[in-house]
């Protein structure tokens, strides 16, 4: 290879790294780099995260690193924020500092519920806070917030796989751990079969010594019927003995 191509392809070595360079460093909208930071895509240009936040797809974080946990808007990998990828909010520079609520250029601004009315959410770049006889946004107006997915892979679920790699992993499996599989399948079948069956087993003797015990009582019910039919007889026959007893007396008289 000449000395040029050398040169030349040393030169797009070079471009390419810068490039890939720019495109994993983050910033905020006044340009400063966001150091804490890392992108929330492998695209061009991404929104950025917190290393221990949740990137989210509408470009926004949720904090969970530290207190409060809240949406938050953090940095861009584009330095000039132009891309439609950089949030879109909580962005601009505010005249009025207060250290409390700030909201600026050069660092990350929170986002915090100020209204829930009829299933819509309203936000506010920074803690909302009270006129005397409202609460409002410390900045500028209220707004509403896309509806944002977590994104598995970066931030603080960098190491986070997704439900579709572990699919893939457990493909690439043994032969020992498909059988394993077929052995918890069989078992998580045959389980309740027994279960089953034995119940069965129980239901069956305990109805056959439920019917046998109702034999005996129908049976001891029949002698109790007939003692109690041949103890009434001589009661049936009691109101006729007085009248017997009467006509022996008159006959007894007449003849004196």
Not at 40 to 51: D, H, M, R, V
Not at 99 to 113: A, Q, R, T, W
Not at 158 to 184: E, I, P
Not at 209 to 225: F, H, V, Y
Request: aromatic residues 6%.
């Amino acid at each position: 290879m000449s000395t040029r191509g050398i040169a030349a392809s040393f030169v797009l070595l070079v471009a390419s790294c810068t490039t890939v360079s720019a495109g994993n460093t983050c910033y905020f909208p006044n340009g400063d780099i966001a150091t804490k930071n890392v992108p929330c895509s492998s695209e061009t240009y991404s929104a950025c995260c917190g290393t221990s936040d949740i990137c989210l797809s509408n470009n926004l974080c949720m904090d969970t690193g530290e207190q409060p946990y809240v949406l938050s808007r953090g940095g861009c990998t584009d330095p000039n924020w132009e891309s439609d990828n950089c949030p879109s909010v909580c962005r601009a520079c505010f005249p009025i500092r207060i250290p409390l609520f700030d909201v600026n250029e050069s660092g990350g601004s929170s986002i915090i519920n100020l209204l829930y009315v009829d299933g819509v959410s309203t936000y506010c770049c920074g803690t909302p806070i009270s006129n005397g006889s409202d609460v409002i946004c410390p900045y500028g107006n209220s707004f509403e917030v896309a509806t944002g997915e977590m994104l598995v892979g970066y931030a603080g679920l960098a190491n986070l796989t997704t439900k579709g790699n572990d699919t893939a992993s457990s493909t690439n499996c043994s032969s020992g751990s498909s059988s394993s599989r077929d052995t918890a399948i069989g078992v998580g079948v045959g389980v309740p079969l027994g279960v089953i069956a034995s119940a069965a087993i129980v239901w069956g003797a305990w109805e056959r010594k439920q019917r046998r015990r109702l034999e005996q009582i129908a049976s001891a019910g029949g002698n109790l019927m007939l003692e109690q039919q041949q103890y009434s007889a001589p009661y049936m026959k009691a109101p006729g003995q007085p009248a017997e007893l009467e006509v022996d007396r008159l006959r007894h008289e007449l003849q004196s």
